[in-house]
């Protein structure tokens, strides 16, 4: 068939298809009169592409496992394509954490620029604007700004977690959708009690979903703090609450 036919058999465009050719993913014969030929198999090919694409793999690797797709077993296929997945998805789950962190950033950067009082006079360094403490990051070790007493006493700011009002603005069907949220994203953890809280450790994979239902937790319940270590292929979360909200820490985070 001529490129253009494959275009419309396909759905992928005549210059995306001389790119694959150029880039090695696609083969084309040709005819006495110079235009391009391709046999049927050119449609699957395409598929199969596509569908690599769509995962987020490269086109040196989607060269890679079309060598093996038109030349191996499916068994060889799924070995060389599951790792790569698996890879991708660490990428991409690193990345939903890193903006579920940055999203309770920027929710904190203006709650507490809620809080600050209008000034008549001009800006200095006491309209605290840019005076918040740094909210939770995620990465290797631990998350988040901890503040020992001697830090304190040297005039940094103090843990908001510990000050904070426990009081959640959820109610009714949030709370318990809330609850089952956090028990589905907890099950099989496993818990050991720590000073004002308790540590649960889970596959590191979770962190995601646990770095979203943190991030969506600070913007109804401020009294709880959470912070999470990676530890190889353990996630370390640990969640602390002032000794007044034990009794809410335990029901939410505790064993159902």
């Not at 110079?34 to 690797?61: M, N, W």
């Not at 203006?110 to 995620?138: I, Q, V």
């Not at 109804?220 to 000794?243: I, S, T």
Request: with cysteine; net charge negative; glycine share 8%.
């Amino acid at each position: 068939m001529r490129i253009s036919q494959l275009a419309e058999r396909s759905g992928v465009a005549a210059t995306t298809l001389r790119f694959y050719e150029k880039a090695g993913l696609l083969t084309a014969d040709r005819t006495p009169s110079g235009y391009r030929s391709y046999d049927d198999d050119a449609v699957q090919r395409l598929a199969f592409i596509g569908a690599a694409k769509h995962l987020g793999l490269p086109l040196e690797e989607i060269a890679v496992l079309l060598a093996v797709w038109q030349s191996g077993a499916c068994a060889e296929v799924k070995a060389s394509l599951r790792p790569r997945i698996a890879a991708r998805l660490a990428e991409a789950e690193q990345r939903a954490a890193e903006l579920a962190a940055f999203t309770s950033s920027l929710h904190s950067a203006l709650a507490h620029l809620d809080t600050l009082p209008d000034r008549a006079t001009p800006c200095d360094p006491e309209c605290g604007f840019l005076s918040h403490p740094a909210p939770a990051t995620l990465g290797r070790g631990t998350a988040g700004t901890v503040l020992s007493p001697d830090r304190k006493a040297a005039g940094q700011p103090a843990e908001r977690w510990r000050s904070a009002p426990v009081a959640c603005s959820l109610t009714g069907d949030d709370i318990t959708e809330r609850i089952a949220q956090w028990r589905s994203a907890l099950d099989g953890a496993v818990r050991a009690e720590i000073p004002d809280g308790l540590r649960l450790t889970l596959p590191a994979e979770r962190i995601a979903v646990l770095a979203g239902l943190a991030a969506a937790e600070q913007q109804c319940c401020q009294f709880f703090d959470f912070r999470f270590h990676l530890d190889g292929p353990d996630l370390h979360l640990e969640v602390r609450a002032p000794a007044e909200a034990a009794s809410l820490l335990a029901g939410m985070f505790g064993i159902a």
